[in-house]
């Protein structure tokens, strides 16, 4: 293999947590080629170093030729980091969807019920500079409709989970998205009384 092909070539990295707390980072084309770092980023910089040394190139040619395949850590912390980022995602799905809910809701209020801004703003708990801002919103957006209500935030928390969940039965997905959807509906009326 030429030095410009080595070059071009795209390496494959992989990242393991040790016992010691340590990463061992190594590349899948050459096994001789690995080293450890105390944190991520160092065990990536070093591997850099390390293949640029293989491969006796100068280390920028490499920088954007070496793909980093997910870390691997123990299965039970991999377990726990899969359900936090899922929850994450959940909740970065319920924060986008309820943003569209009440732009929609305060586009309606004040251009189909004709409510002023401070009207609008009580009935749904904001000032009425956020209901200015949400209608500014909607309007430049032109914010589409998300479904029936709840059932929009159900679909948009479940269409979530399936993109960022690996494996799993994409309708358990869904419904599982529905019932944390519903259980945050329940929970929300409840304070409301």
Do not use: C
């Amino acid at each position: 293999m030429t030095k410009t092909q080595m070059m071009t070539t795209r390496y494959h990295a992989s990242l393991e947590l040790d016992d010691s707390g340590n990463w061992i980072a190594q590349i899948a084309e050459f096994p001789q080629v690995h080293t450890f770092g105390r944190t991520l980023g160092k065990a990536r910089e070093y591997l850099v170093d390390a293949l640029a040394l293989w491969l006796d190139v100068p280390i920028d040619n490499l920088r954007n030729s070496i793909e980093f395949q997910p870390v691997t850590l123990p299965a039970d912390v991999q377990n726990i980091v899969y359900e936090a980022n899922a929850a994450k995602a959940m909740a970065d799905a319920a924060t986008e969807a309820v943003g569209e809910l009440m732009s929609t809701a305060a586009l309606a209020l004040t251009a189909d019920a004709r409510l002023s801004l401070r009207d609008a703003g009580e009935l749904l708990g904001v000032s009425h500079q956020r209901v200015q801002q949400l209608v500014t919103q909607a309007k430049l957006e032109n914010v589409p409709a998300l479904g029936s209500g709840i059932q929009g935030v159900a679909q948009d928390i479940a269409r979530s989970l399936k993109e960022f969940l690996p494996g799993g039965s994409k309708e358990n997905l869904g419904a599982l998205a529905i019932g944390v959807t519903v259980g945050f509906t329940i929970a929300w009326a409840q304070s409301q009384e």
